[in-house]
């Protein structure tokens, strides 16, 4: 009965024991290096009349896009990828096809964390359109005014970027080289996007870029992004600044339906001596994809960050 006992009594403290070392067991770092985030947006409007009094033209129209961020974050390294893309036609009757969205926007900026959240960064952006563009709001007919990489805006530089959550990012580049691309041989005229002579297809600058990014939370599912930049050229005229604002409002109706008003100030000298605005408002389909928890998101483990 004794030696029943002894054993019994030693098993017993052998599974306690063992049941303490895997409760104990340090927890991995789960959380991953590269995280997706993206919305994939198709919006559509249409109206009708027959024998309205209050007059009107039928007319139907429709926009896409795609706005996706892949970060890739470990240890101390930062590269954060933007992609967003945009184009929308209305077909009114009388008048015909006209763009009313058209944009191409690519982004990368690469950091290594030198101080708590402030990264040594480099990187390039690239900006331009997919069709051409015309005077009169974009009648075919009238004076072609841009065209796909005309212009198109190349950027490569480096600096430091000021990031201390997923919401705000900052970017300062003191050394930046901007290129300006006119591919369209009928826009290659001197004066037009700044090209110094007739025929020229490109324009180079370098000077100061910087940009920011602020993402606001206004209500549970009502967002606004906004981002700015500045640009100073070194070379020509440091006062003259490209000044450029973005905002989108986002408000999610559910999982597939969104609204989605959009704000646009640019000025550049280069294009027109005034400010350009742009404005859309559109309801309709909206995927958000989200794959992946960013680790700067991982509360319960920040082990990643000592490294």
Same mark, same amino acid.
């Given at each position: 009965?004794?030696?029943?006992?002894?054993?019994? %009594?030693?098993?017993?403290?052998?599974?306690?024991?063992?049941?303490?070392?895997?409760?104990? +067991?340090?927890? %991995?770092?789960? +959380?991953?290096?590269?995280?997706?985030?993206?919305?994939?947006?198709? =919006?559509?409007?249409?109206?009708?009349? %027959?024998?309205?009094?209050?007059?009107?033209? #039928?007319?139907?129209?429709?926009? &896409?896009?795609? #706005?996706?961020?892949?970060?890739?974050?470990?240890?101390?390294?930062?590269?954060? #990828?933007?992609?967003?893309?945009?184009?929308? @036609?209305?077909?009114?009757?009388?008048?015909?096809?006209?763009?009313?969205?058209?944009?191409?926007?690519?982004?990368?900026?690469?950091?290594?964390?030198?101080?708590?959240?402030?990264?040594?960064?480099?990187?390039?952006?690239? @900006?331009? @359109?997919?069709?051409?563009?015309?005077?009169?709001?974009?009648?075919?007919?009238?004076?072609?005014?841009?065209?796909?990489? &005309?212009?198109?805006?190349?950027?490569?530089? &480096?600096?430091?970027?000021?990031?201390?959550?997923?919401?705000? !990012?900052?970017?300062?580049?003191?050394? #930046?080289?901007?290129? !300006?691309?006119?591919?369209?041989?009928?826009?290659?005229?001197?004066?037009?996007?700044?090209?110094?002579?007739?025929?020229?297809?490109?324009?180079?600058?370098?000077?100061?870029?910087?940009? &920011? =990014?602020?993402?606001?939370?206004? =209500?549970?599912?009502?967002?606004?992004?906004?981002?700015?930049?500045?640009?100073?050229?070194?070379?020509?005229?440091?006062?003259?600044?490209?000044?450029?604002?973005?905002?989108?409002?986002?408000?999610?109706?559910?999982?597939?339906? %969104?609204?989605?008003?959009?704000?646009?100030?640019?000025?550049?000298?280069?294009?027109?001596?005034?400010?350009?605005?742009?404005?859309?408002?559109?309801?309709?389909?909206?995927?958000?994809?989200?794959?992946?928890?960013?680790?700067?998101?991982?509360?319960?483990?920040?082990?990643?960050?000592?490294?």
């Amino acid at each position: 009965m004794k030696k029943l006992l002894l054993i019994s %009594s030693i098993s017993f403290g052998a599974a306690v024991l063992a049941q303490e070392a895997k409760t104990e +067991a340090p927890v %991995s770092d789960t +959380a991953k290096a590269w995280s997706i985030q993206g919305q994939n947006t198709l =919006m559509l409007n249409q109206a009708a009349f %027959s024998n309205w009094v209050g007059g009107g033209a #039928n007319n139907v129209g429709w926009l &896409a896009g795609v #706005n996706y961020n892949l970060t890739y974050e470990k240890g101390k390294d930062l590269w954060e #990828n933007i992609i967003i893309l945009g184009y929308g @036609q209305n077909n009114t009757q009388g008048t015909g096809v006209r763009k009313t969205q058209d944009v191409i926007n690519l982004s990368t900026n690469y950091g290594r964390e030198f101080a708590k959240h402030w990264y040594l960064s480099a990187g390039a952006g690239l @900006q331009t @359109q997919f069709a051409p563009g015309y005077e009169d709001g974009n009648n075919p007919d009238a004076k072609k005014i841009s065209n796909f990489m &005309a212009p198109g805006y190349l950027s490569v530089g &480096a600096g430091v970027t000021y990031r201390p959550n997923d919401n705000l !990012t900052v970017t300062l580049r003191p050394a #930046n080289a901007r290129w !300006t691309f006119v591919l369209d041989e009928d826009l290659q005229k001197a004066g037009t996007y700044g090209l110094k002579n007739d025929g020229d297809s490109s324009l180079f600058q370098f000077g100061f870029l910087g940009t &920011a =990014m602020y993402k606001l939370k206004i =209500m549970e599912n009502i967002t606004l992004l906004n981002t700015a930049s500045v640009f100073s050229n070194y070379l020509d005229h440091p006062d003259r600044l490209v000044l450029g604002y973005s905002g989108v409002l986002s408000m999610k109706i559910n999982k597939y339906i %969104s609204t989605n008003v959009t704000l646009d100030l640019l000025y550049d000298h280069n294009q027109i001596w005034k400010t350009q605005l742009k404005q859309t408002l559109g309801v309709g389909l909206a995927y958000n994809f989200d794959n992946g928890k960013k680790r700067s998101e991982n509360k319960d483990n920040q082990s990643w960050l000592k490294k």
